[in-house]
């Protein structure tokens, strides 16, 4: 998706809006597993940012 690139999202925030922008549009039966994953892919980001900005991670990147 052109969005994607232009916005510099990067994997995981790419896929969230790429999961929620198809969510029940490439199969209207899979709407709930699409923002699952969507769900999935924003945790994950969080869990990286916050994982960057904790005190030991700082200790092992200085």
Request: aromatic fraction near 8%.
């Amino acid at each position: 998706m052109k969005v994607i690139e232009a916005w510099e999202l990067g994997f995981h925030l790419g896929n969230t809006v790429k999961y929620i922008s198809r969510a029940g549009k490439k199969n209207p039966s899979n709407e709930i597993e699409d923002l699952e994953k969507a769900a999935w892919y924003l945790a994950r980001r969080i869990e990286k940012l916050k994982a960057a900005r904790s005190p030991s991670a700082r200790e092992c990147n200085p």
